[in-house]
């Protein structure tokens, strides 16, 4: 009995491990990306998704618009449950967590807030100089892009520039960033007119792979070029990710693949 219950034992360990060591779909990624929908969600048709982080068991979204601009918690499946509207005259853009508070950009109002994540009770509000548009952390300090191909990297108490980075490809710059979400060590960036996401290092700017999500646009959004692809939410423990759009009904969980051979890149589209 003794050595088929330490079999079993070491087995289970076994399982365990290997089950804990699974690689990462963002290890290894090659610099020509595709994608494959692992699952289908709704998502409110009426939101101007600006962004989009998961939190554990929900999404924190922001939206922007004069007079329609909000940051709600949502469920998995599209449930509102919580919803906070900013004041009219701002137009809200990215958000991101960092320490138990969710920071929120406008985006040509120069101011930012923050809110309690549990509670989205508001706590403050910061200032910037740019233009807001979307908004990430490292897990230490807040990344934050402003349309242009420049992300800025700001130490959030007391709210500080550390440093700029251009973005590049091929040495040449590239606009238009708009939503981020970091993803193991890399910056992940939607691009403003767009299906493309764009994969940066955070030390040297370069574009490390061009992400190609057209095919995944709703047909009745078609009609108007400013409802892109916008929101990108990462859930790490379960190595997941969700991408949506401006007033997109649906919201995907996708996987990323290397696209075909010899297929166009994507970037500029
Ligand atoms: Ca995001």
């Given at each position: 009995?003794?050595?088929?219950?330490?079999?079993?034992?070491?087995?289970?360990?076994?399982?365990?491990?290997?089950?804990?060591?699974?690689?990462?779909?963002?290890?290894?990624?090659?610099?020509?990306?595709?994608?494959?929908?692992?699952?289908?969600?709704?998502?409110?048709?009426?939101?101007?998704t600006q962004g989009l982080v998961w939190r554990g068991?929900h999404f924190i979204e922001g939206t922007g618009?004069?007079?329609?601009s909000v940051l709600r918690k949502v469920?998995?499946?599209?449930?509102v449950l919580q919803n906070i509207a900013l004041p009219?005259?701002y137009f809200g853009e990215g958000i991101t967590e960092l320490n138990g508070k969710i920071y929120q950009l406008t985006?040509?109002e120069?101011t930012g807030f923050i809110y309690d994540a549990q509670s989205l009770e508001k706590l403050g509000q910061f200032s910037y100089?740019?233009?807001g548009?979307?908004l990430t952390t490292?897990?230490?300090?807040l990344?934050l892009?402003?349309?242009?191909?420049?992300?800025?990297?700001y130490?959030p108490e007391?709210f500080?520039?550390?440093?700029?980075?251009?973005?590049?490809?091929?040495?040449?710059?590239?606009?238009?960033?708009?939503?981020?979400?970091?993803?193991?060590?890399?910056?992940?960036?939607?691009?403003?007119?767009?299906?493309?996401?764009?994969?940066?290092?955070?030390?040297?700017?370069?574009?490390?792979?061009?992400?190609?999500?057209?095919?995944?646009?709703?047909?009745?959004?078609?009609?108007?070029?400013?409802?892109?692809?916008?929101?990108?939410a990462?859930?790490?423990?379960?190595?997941?990710?969700?991408?949506?759009?401006?007033?997109?009904?649906?919201?995907?969980?996708?996987?990323?693949?290397?696209?075909?051979?010899?297929?166009?890149?994507?970037?500029?589209?």
């Amino acid at each position: 009995m003794f050595p088929a219950l330490l079999i079993a034992a070491l087995l289970a360990l076994c399982l365990a491990a290997c089950a804990s060591a699974k690689p990462s779909q963002f290890e290894n990624l090659e610099s020509r990306l595709s994608y494959e929908v692992l699952q289908t969600y709704p998502h409110d048709p009426t939101a101007y998704t600006q962004g989009l982080v998961w939190r554990g068991d929900h999404f924190i979204e922001g939206t922007g618009l004069y007079g329609e601009s909000v940051l709600r918690k949502v469920s998995l499946n599209g449930e509102v449950l919580q919803n906070i509207a900013l004041p009219p005259e701002y137009f809200g853009e990215g958000i991101t967590e960092l320490n138990g508070k969710i920071y929120q950009l406008t985006w040509k109002e120069n101011t930012g807030f923050i809110y309690d994540a549990q509670s989205l009770e508001k706590l403050g509000q910061f200032s910037y100089p740019t233009e807001g548009w979307g908004l990430t952390t490292d897990g230490d300090v807040l990344i934050l892009s402003d349309g242009s191909s420049k992300l800025f990297f700001y130490q959030p108490e007391p709210f500080e520039l550390l440093r700029e980075l251009e973005v590049s490809l091929d040495g040449q710059p590239v606009t238009r960033l708009n939503e981020l979400e970091w993803i193991k060590g890399s910056v992940f960036a939607n691009i403003w007119l767009t299906d493309t996401i764009v994969r940066v290092d955070p030390k040297d700017g370069r574009v490390l792979s061009q992400i190609d999500l057209s095919g995944l646009r709703p047909q009745d959004t078609l009609h108007d070029s400013a409802l892109v692809l916008n929101g990108i939410a990462y859930d790490e423990p379960n190595d997941k990710l969700f991408v949506t759009g401006k007033k997109w009904d649906k919201l995907f969980e996708i996987r990323l693949v290397p696209s075909a051979e010899g297929s166009p890149g994507p970037y500029p589209n």
